[in-house]
């Protein structure tokens, strides 16, 4: 290749692609080899740094007539325990609305660094995340199930539909498959899609932008909607973030009411 064409290979602005999701590690040392602790590992640490600090300040010292932070984490917490752990599971769901809230809080903050400046990337647009977390509530609920009903009891209600005997050989695998391969797979890969295809589109519209006034200087004006583009899609993407936390919540604490339900 020639120094010319170099050159001119230096001057295309390359589209987003995957390996923008893979970013080097922020420590000072082993910089080619240490690729663990990387922008997305801090986010997700200060998550949950934020995520303590915020409910042990807010209730340091409760008073009848609650502070603001005060107000704000029961605001949360109530909103969790009454719409969606009571409204799904019932009366039992009390007790598994602090794990609840705790998830949905964690989610929620996760997402929106993918629209806070110079963070401006989820830690679940990488699929390890939101799979830990899917495992985490499928180990929950078949638990909860194997302790309310007993390990074959919970086996035949998840398993065996009541339908007609010749017809369970069909449905059988059918609901194994849905209820111990689907739900996982579904929990993790709706999380990480949403946050995935959300940070590449701010990507495209952002930096297509750059590439267009790159290109020519009649390309401005269409650089200009580019960008205005982009600040309606960040909001957009905040409806998405919200709803993806909500969403994650609720089918968990669907999951959780499926597996006391005594009938199938």
């Not at 801090?42 to 995520?51: D, K, N, P, Q």
């Not at 599971?89 to 806070?116: D, E, K, Q, S």
């Not at 509530?137 to 390990?151: D, E, N, P, T």
């Not at 200087?217 to 709803?243: D, K, Q």
């Amino acid at each position: 290749m020639t120094g010319q064409s170099i050159v001119l290979a230096a001057d295309v602005p390359f589209p987003p692609s995957v390996e923008d999701f893979y970013l080097p590690s922020i420590l000072p040392w082993g910089e080619h080899n240490n690729y663990w602790f990387t922008k997305v590992t801090f986010l997700v640490w200060l998550t949950v740094a934020i995520l303590i600090i915020f409910f042990l300040a807010a209730y340091r010292k409760p008073q009848l007539v609650p502070t603001k932070k005060q107000w704000l984490a029961e605001s949360i917490y109530g909103f969790v325990r009454n719409n969606i752990s009571v409204e799904m599971i019932g009366p039992r769901g009390v007790a598994f609305a602090p794990y609840l809230t705790t998830l949905f809080c964690f989610i929620f903050l996760n997402n929106l660094w993918g629209i806070v400046p110079l963070a401006q990337i989820s830690p679940n647009s990488h699929i390890a995340f939101p799979a830990v977390l899917a495992a985490i509530s499928y180990i929950m609920f078949i638990y909860v199930g194997i302790r309310h009903h007993g390990f074959a009891k919970y086996i035949k209600t998840a398993l065996v539909p009541p339908a007609p005997w010749f017809i369970l050989p069909l449905l059988v695998p059918i609901e194994f498959f849905s209820n111990f391969l689907i739900r996982p797979f579904s929990l993790a890969v709706r999380l990480f899609a949403n946050m995935f295809a959300g940070h590449v589109l701010l990507l495209v519209f952002t930096l297509g932008g750059f590439a267009m006034i790159s290109a020519n200087a009649w390309f401005v004006p269409f650089s200009l909607v580019s960008w205005v583009l982009t600040i309606a899609l960040t909001f957009l993407e905040f409806l998405v973030i919200a709803l993806q936390a909500y969403v994650f919540t609720v089918l968990t604490a669907s999951y959780v009411q499926g597996a006391l339900a005594d009938e199938h």
